[in-house]
């Protein structure tokens, strides 16, 4: 018995798009035959590719950058890489993303299977990155919780009972008087930290439940994949905005806020001949973008074809920029209130040390100075200046000096940044609380965004279709695994494993990845082509501007930052940063041996994937096929019997009216035979079944 059914399918214009595929066995910028997420709205991605960009790098190395690198010269550097670097990559990434519709994965491998590799190192770094990131999270929380409290935990030194002769007394622990109560909290109740990378110190319990608590909230977040994040981002996007603002209003009524926004913004126009602060430059705005992750390509596939993905990398690296300086201000108000008061403790310090040595000095001097004031010290003859032989106890104050002094990372926000809040007296904690959810918003944001890099190209993969095609438990296993992973980082060497991870797992693999997505779109797949692409999509030509960056000087500057950081890992010895408890400050050990084996992996675990995966394909070992990734999608048709049944499924909604002209199109289905007509904007199809 024959039974035949004849129907037309027009297809949608996605499908003659200029975008053409290598190697693959089927045509480019097809239409997905899986269904795939998408934003519930456009301020949807928007937020996300926010909380996503704006992370805590805005926040915690950019004013340290400010400061280190000519303050308000620095923004000058910036500014122009801005332009010819950060701007020009998120634009790529967003519009080869909503081009392609997929992860970063099968994106590069759709232009060239040669070049697959490049999607897989992204996703692998990615992996890396989301791992350690969520150990900075777990800090947070961490200073969360012990934020509920007055006073502060780490407002004071704790002390020691010791006893001499008959008399206890109490006394504070000479470590902490050193280094500081914030230095000593951190370092010994925080992270209960161990003189080494070679002393593992054990698990410590109170890191070990916030970092379960911290993998549970992303997992609560990410388990529906965008369904569920795109909902979070609306908080984590603007919440940070919030606080700065509350700060910037706090900051700025405290005496020395002045100070500080004028170190910050007075320029010094030397600095600009020194070349590392133009690599500095470049580097912060390949960072504070997240370029190279795969995450901003991620969410730009989620988007509607047509999407205008020229203005929204505009916007966002606007948005991006101006949250740089925003933060800075908030960040240098209050560094200049905490300077200004180790100013006044200076000073202090010297006057009562000019009131003792006089004493010894000049005994009949000093009776006629016994009453005078630190005000009128400070401006008469017999200060140290005058008599600095013979008044030897002298401190250095300067302001500008407490200024420089301010540190980048972790030590600016759980030490220089919590001391300034303790000094806000009986509402430190309320700062103290605010501070850190702002911070656990900004690095929430970014931990999506980061995980989104990895888990979309499992998705789109689908290498075990019975367990990814459960988002749910895709995203309960990456969840897991990280955990497990992040053990390391509840050691007592934990924040050293950190280190490297943050060292290693981002920095050289993230940069090659960028600067073969510049070279593949500027010189194999081309400008030109791509601008096609663009126009498709928003229905215009990129300006010339656009493609003389993609194809000169965003790979140029992306290759010379390369470079640089090739340079700095050889001409460096390899070390790292170990708490000494004798100093009460950090000193530089050498990696043991498994340390700079574990970096040697990190780094090319992501990168390696790049020339093996071409020399795979070059040498037919590995294949990019195209066709078995649509028989997963189908449950194991053949491609054309997918073709045919997406059809069937459609073909209420399909538009009958036109016929264009016809090539002949056949295949042997499973249970019969699959025959019809193909052209550019149709396809008939006449099953036969016996």
Request: charged share 15%; aromatic share 16%; net charge negative.
């Given at each position: 018995?024959?039974?035949?059914?004849?129907?037309?399918?027009?297809?949608?214009?996605?499908?003659?798009?200029?975008l053409?595929?290598?190697?693959?066995?089927?045509?480019?910028?097809?239409?997905p035959?899986?269904?795939?997420?998408?934003?519930?709205?456009?301020?949807?991605?928007?937020?996300?590719?926010?909380?996503?960009?704006?992370?805590?790098?805005?926040?915690?190395?950019?004013?340290?950058?400010?400061?280190?690198?000519?303050?308000?010269?620095?923004?000058?550097?910036?500014?122009?890489?801005?332009?010819?670097?950060?701007?020009?990559?998120?634009?790529?990434?967003?519009?080869?993303?909503?081009?392609?519709?997929?992860?970063?994965?099968i994106?590069?491998?759709?232009?060239?299977?040669?070049?697959?590799?490049?999607?897989?190192?992204?996703?692998?770094?990615?992996?890396?990155?989301?791992?350690y990131?969520?150990?900075i999270?777990?800090?947070?929380?961490?200073?969360?919780?012990?934020s509920?409290?007055?006073?502060?935990?780490?407002?004071?030194?704790?002390?020691?009972?010791?006893?001499?002769?008959?008399?206890?007394?109490?006394?504070?622990?000479?470590?902490?008087?050193?280094?500081?109560?914030?230095?000593?909290?951190?370092?010994?109740?925080?992270?209960?930290?161990?003189?080494?990378?070679?002393s593992?110190?054990?698990?410590?319990?109170?890191?070990?439940?916030c970092?379960?608590?911290?993998?549970?909230?992303?997992?609560?977040?990410?388990w529906?994949?965008?369904?569920?994040?795109?909902?979070?981002?609306?908080?984590?996007?603007?919440?940070?905005?919030?606080?700065?603002?509350?700060?910037?209003?706090?900051?700025?009524?405290?005496?020395?806020?002045?100070?500080?926004?004028?170190?910050?913004?007075t320029p010094?126009?030397?600095?600009l001949?020194?070349?590392?602060?133009?690599?500095?430059?470049?580097?912060?705005?390949?960072?504070?973008?997240?370029?190279?992750?795969?995450?901003?390509i991620?969410?730009?596939?989620?988007?509607?074809?047509?999407?205008?993905?020229?203005?929204?990398?505009?916007?966002?690296s606007?948005v991006?920029?101006?949250?740089?300086?925003?933060?800075?201000?908030?960040?240098?108000?209050?560094?200049?209130?905490?300077?200004?008061?180790?100013?006044?403790?200076?000073?202090?310090?010297?006057?009562?040390?000019?009131?003792?040595?006089?004493?010894?000095?000049d005994?009949?001097?000093?009776?006629t100075?016994?009453?005078?004031?630190?005000?009128?010290?400070?401006?008469?003859?017999?200060?140290?200046?005058?008599?600095?032989?013979?008044?030897?106890?002298?401190?250095?104050?300067?302001?500008?000096?407490?200024?420089?002094?301010?540190?980048?990372?972790?030590?600016?926000?759980?030490?220089?940044?919590?001391?300034?809040?303790?000094?806000?007296?009986?509402?430190s904690?309320?700062w103290?609380?605010?501070?850190?959810?702002?911070?656990?918003?900004?690095?929430?944001?970014?931990?999506?965004?980061?995980?989104?890099?990895?888990?979309?190209?499992?998705?789109?993969?689908?290498?075990?279709?019975?367990?990814?095609?459960?988002?749910?438990?895709?995203?309960?296993?990456?969840?897991?695994?990280?955990?497990?992973?992040?053990?390391?980082?509840?050691?007592?060497s934990?924040?050293?494993?950190?280190a490297?991870?943050?060292?290693?797992?981002?920095?050289?693999?993230?940069?090659?990845?960028?600067?073969?997505?510049?070279?593949?779109?500027?010189?194999?797949y081309?400008?030109?082509?791509?601008?096609?692409?663009?126009?498709?999509?928003?229905g215009?030509?990129?300006?010339?501007?656009?493609k003389?960056?993609?194809?000169?000087i965003?790979?140029?500057?992306?290759?010379?930052?390369?470079i640089?950081?090739?340079v700095?890992?050889?001409?460096?010895?390899?070390?790292?940063?170990?708490?000494?408890?004798e100093?009460?400050?950090?000193?530089?050990?050498?990696?043991?041996?498994?340390?700079?084996?574990?970096?040697?992996?990190?780094?090319?675990?992501?990168?390696?994937?790049?020339?093996?995966?071409?020399?795979?394909?070059?040498?037919?070992?590995?294949?990019?096929?195209?066709?078995k990734?649509?028989?997963?999608e189908?449950?194991?048709?053949?491609?054309?019997?997918?073709k045919?049944?997406?059809?069937?499924?459609?073909?209420?909604?399909?538009?009958?009216?036109?016929?264009?002209?016809?090539?002949?199109?056949?295949?042997?289905?499973?249970?019969?035979?699959?025959?019809g007509?193909?052209?550019?904007?149709?396809?008939?199809?006449?099953?036969m079944?016996?």
């Open positions: 018995m024959t039974k035949d059914t004849e129907f037309m399918r027009v297809e949608t214009e996605e499908s003659m798009s200029p053409n595929v290598e190697g693959g066995e089927t045509t480019g910028g097809k239409k035959l899986k269904k795939r997420q998408a934003w519930d709205s456009k301020w949807q991605y928007i937020f996300m590719v926010i909380s996503y960009a704006v992370g805590l790098g805005n926040v915690w190395r950019f004013p340290y950058l400010v400061q280190k690198n000519g303050g308000g010269a620095f923004l000058i550097p910036y500014l122009i890489m801005l332009f010819l670097e950060g701007m020009p990559i998120l634009y790529l990434e967003f519009a080869i993303g909503q081009r392609m519709q997929k992860g970063t994965v994106v590069w491998n759709e232009i060239n299977p040669l070049l697959g590799g490049i999607g897989l190192a992204s996703a692998i770094t990615s992996f890396n990155v989301a791992i990131y969520n150990a999270i777990m800090w947070c929380f961490f200073y969360l919780f012990h509920f409290q007055y006073p502060l935990p780490w407002a004071e030194c704790p002390t020691d009972t010791v006893t001499l002769g008959n008399v206890t007394t109490q006394v504070e622990i000479e470590e902490c008087v050193k280094g500081g109560a914030t230095s000593y909290f951190w370092y010994h109740n925080a992270l209960e930290i161990s003189p080494g990378l070679d593992p110190d054990g698990i410590k319990w109170k890191m070990l439940l970092l379960i608590f911290a993998w549970t909230i992303v997992y609560a977040c990410i529906k994949g965008i369904k569920s994040s795109g909902k979070v981002v609306y908080f984590t996007a603007t919440f940070p905005y919030i606080v700065l603002i509350i700060f910037f209003v706090r900051g700025i009524t405290l005496r020395g806020a002045v100070d500080g926004l004028a170190h910050m913004y010094k126009l030397d600095r001949l020194d070349p590392r602060v133009w690599l500095d430059a470049a580097t912060q705005i390949f960072y504070s973008f997240g370029l190279g992750f795969g995450g901003l991620a969410f730009s596939s989620y988007n509607n074809v047509h999407n205008n993905c020229q203005r929204d990398a505009i916007v966002i606007v991006n920029w101006f949250t740089a300086l925003f933060a800075s201000s908030v960040i240098f108000a209050v560094l200049g209130f905490k300077a200004t008061l180790m100013l006044e403790d200076c000073d202090l310090h010297n006057f009562h040390a000019w009131q003792e040595s006089l004493a010894t000095f005994p009949q001097l000093a009776l100075t016994v009453n005078i004031t630190q005000e009128a010290w400070q401006a008469s003859y017999y200060t140290f200046d005058n008599f600095t032989e013979v008044l030897p106890d002298k401190w250095n104050c300067s302001l500008a000096d407490f200024l420089d002094n301010a540190a980048s990372g972790t030590g600016l926000a759980f030490i220089i940044f919590t001391q300034a809040i303790v000094e806000f007296g009986p509402s904690p309320f103290s609380i605010i501070f850190f959810m702002m911070l656990l918003s900004l690095g929430m944001g970014s931990e999506f965004g980061t995980i989104e890099g990895f888990t979309a190209s499992i998705y789109d993969l689908e290498p075990f279709p019975a367990i990814t095609r459960r988002k749910w438990l895709t995203s309960a296993l990456i969840c897991g695994v990280s955990c497990l992973i992040g053990l390391l980082f509840v050691l007592g934990g924040s050293y494993w950190v490297l991870f943050d060292n290693f797992a981002g920095s050289f693999p993230l940069i090659t990845v960028a600067m073969m997505e510049c070279f593949t779109i500027g010189w194999i081309g400008v030109d082509k791509f601008a096609d692409d663009i126009e498709f999509m928003i215009k030509q990129p300006s010339r501007y656009w003389i960056v993609w194809k000169f965003a790979p140029f500057l992306v290759a010379i930052l390369l640089s950081t090739i700095s890992y050889f001409i460096k010895p390899l070390v790292y940063e170990a708490y000494s408890s100093l009460s400050k950090s000193i530089n050990r050498s990696y043991p041996w498994y340390g700079a084996m574990i970096a040697f992996v990190l780094v090319f675990s992501s990168i390696g994937c790049i020339p093996l995966i071409a020399l795979l394909r070059k040498f037919k070992v590995l294949n990019w096929n195209y066709a990734q649509i028989q997963t189908m449950k194991g048709h053949t491609q054309s019997t997918a045919f049944l997406r059809s069937v499924s459609s073909v209420e909604n399909e538009n009958m009216d036109s016929m264009p002209n016809i090539t002949t199109y056949s295949d042997e289905p499973e249970n019969g035979t699959v025959s007509e193909l052209d550019d904007g149709a396809v008939k199809f006449t099953l079944q016996n």
